[in-house]
């Protein structure tokens, strides 16, 4: 094949998925690995080895998928590009090693460090930031803190390896400390040093970040040592170029074509994100609000949900088991959760009865502080399998419903929202759940199956071709993008709404039971 190829990776909370398109941004082939996270010690953790091993069976999937479409090994490419999920902490020693494992954005430990840089920095502060788990583990006293030289994101620290440059995406960069749009913010870099060598701290933070850069731009070249780190049969050859690492908030607004102001999009997986691109400036200081960043450094309103499709898919698992055992046979996990979306449209107005919290983790958005999925119903009804599914599709978007309610008071709002994610995968089911959590018509495009890693296959190829700007590349790229959208219907809408009361009235039993020992 010849023309250039293009690679994409993105590390997921469930699934490394790889994509490698052409100059006309032509899907030709993916790969994927799935992995999960662990909790240790306290902390929901990804082991360093397990990140070196999936970045490997990821590409080891793609290179397969390429030699068996194609008939030839995939030896070069032309440019890759890097994501990874936001926000969470890598702390890395003066040689490159890990001083903690990556603390991941699912932990709810710093809500004393983002609570007091909030009130001090007059901004809001997510407990997910990778400024709260540097500054609490500060407070914590930790011993790593003295040692640590570098610290960066999941995606920073595979590009790190990829090329040896410190470097990442200003939109990465959003989720480890503000950005003014070129960079960190200056002043409230200043007011972290003084708070931070105060309490035993670095004073002199930023040097402990990754260069913030804008799509576009080289970020860097593949060495010798990052082919061998990212294919394991040696056979990929260095020196093709990188563009800036960033985080799956970036790669997805990427992906939707939503980096234009006023354009927002809604990512739908472990977590549950939206992203309006900002119209006007909006207030910072909203708990509930995250203040992000494009790809190309526009400000974003981002309405974060730590919970989302976990609970869906511990039951298709627990549903898959009893059919097995009823059939003898095993089902297709993929073809299982597609017929349970569709059976969910069977459901009744009232999902019999049947009330559900998702918390896995911590919710910051609803207040729950730890995790305990909690399932509730009302006597004097017969629930059914499809009210229980709609009732699980229900509960994974209904704390996003929380914080979006929210925004909406402070005038952050979108009339229609490109969607992409696990949870949009069964044709028009989750459209129609999220356009009621949302209020707008929600619509997806063909390509949304390969999610973040085509997006950051785009960045790449962005930085390859960048004679024009972001908004206007993208563009042309969508032109012509299929796509399906779906509106918020009347009986939906009703059936959510009620949900939703229900909801709201129970939260506080769901507080209570995360923190059962």
């Given amino acids: ?80 590009g890097v994501s990874a999920m936001m926000h969470g902490y890598i702390a890395l020693d003066e040689n490159g090693k890990f001083l903690t494992p990556f603390r991941t954005w699912r932990n709810t430990t710093t809500k004393a460090a983002a609570d007091e840089l909030t009130m001090e920095f007059e901004f809001n502060i997510p407990q997910r930031w990778s400024v709260a788990h540097y500054y609490q583990a500060v407070l914590n006293g930790e011993e790593h803190v003295r040692k640590t030289a570098f610290l960066t994101t999941l995606a920073g620290y595979v590009h790190f390896r990829l090329t040896g440059e410190k470097v990442i995406g200003i939109g990465d960069a959003s989720g480890m400390f503000p950005v003014d749009g070129n960079g960190y913010d200056a002043e409230l870099i200043k007011k972290f040093n003084a708070l931070s060598s105060k309490n035993g701290g670095c004073g002199d933070f930023e040097k402990l970040l990754p260069k913030p850069l804008k799509a576009g ?34 790669t997805g607004m990427t992906a939707t074509n939503s980096v234009e102001k006023c354009t927002a999009n809604v990512s739908a997986g472990t977590s549950a994100f939206l992203m309006i691109v900002a119209q006007k400036p909006f207030n910072a200081f909203n708990r509930e609000i995250d203040i992000a960043a494009t790809p ?81 119903r009302e006597a004097g009804f017969s629930p059914t399998l499809a009210d229980f599914m709609k009732m699980q599709l229900y509960s994974a978007v209904a704390a996003l419903r929380l914080g979006v309610e929210i925004a909406e008071k402070e005038g952050v709002k979108a009339d229609c929202v490109c969607g992409h994610g696990g949870f949009f995968k069964t044709d028009r089911v989750g459209q129609s759940v999220m356009a009621a959590a949302l209020k707008a018509p929600v619509s997806v495009m063909k390509t949304a199956g390969e999610g973040g890693a085509f997006g950051m296959a785009l960045l790449a190829l962005f930085a390859l071709c960048c004679e024009t700007d972001l908004p206007t590349f993208l563009s042309g790229i969508f032109e012509n993008a299929e796509k399906t959208v779906v509106a918020p219907s009347v009986k939906e809408q009703k059936s959510f709404d009620m949900f939703m009361k229900k909801y709201k009235a129970g939260l506080e039993t769901a507080r209570t039971a995360a923190k059962i020992g």
Avoid at 41 to 48: K, P, V
Avoid at 359 to 370: M, N, T, V
Wanted: proline letters at 3%.
């Fill in 1 to 80: 094949m010849n023309g250039k190829l293009i690679l994409g990776m993105e590390l997921g909370s469930t699934r490394i998925k790889s994509v490698l398109i052409n100059e006309n941004a032509e899907i030709l082939a993916s790969g994927s690995y799935v992995w999960e996270n662990t909790r240790e010690n306290g902390y929901w953790i990804y082991a360093e080895e397990d990140i070196e091993i999936g970045v490997k069976k990821s590409f080891a999937a793609l290179a397969r998928d390429y030699r068996e479409k194609y008939d030839k090994e995939l030896t070069c490419v032309t440019a890759i």
């Fill in 217 to 250: 731009v080289c970020a860097g070249v593949l060495t010798e040592s990052g082919a061998r780190f990212l294919d394991e049969s040696e056979r990929l050859r260095s020196g093709c170029v990188l563009c800036p690492p960033e985080g799956d908030a970036g």
């Fill in 296 to 376: 190309h450094g526009l400000p974003v309103a981002m309405v974060h949900a730590n919970n989302c499709t976990n609970e869906i898919n511990a039951w298709t698992k627990i549903f898959g088991e009893a059919a097995a055992i009823a059939s003898g046979k095993q089902i297709d996990r993929n073809e299982l959760i597609a017929r349970l979306f569709e059976e969910s449209e069977n459901s009744s107005e009232n999902l019999g009865g049947l009330l559900g919290y998702n918390f896995l983790s911590g919710e910051p958005i609803a207040r729950a502080d730890g995790g305990r999925p909690l399932i509730m």
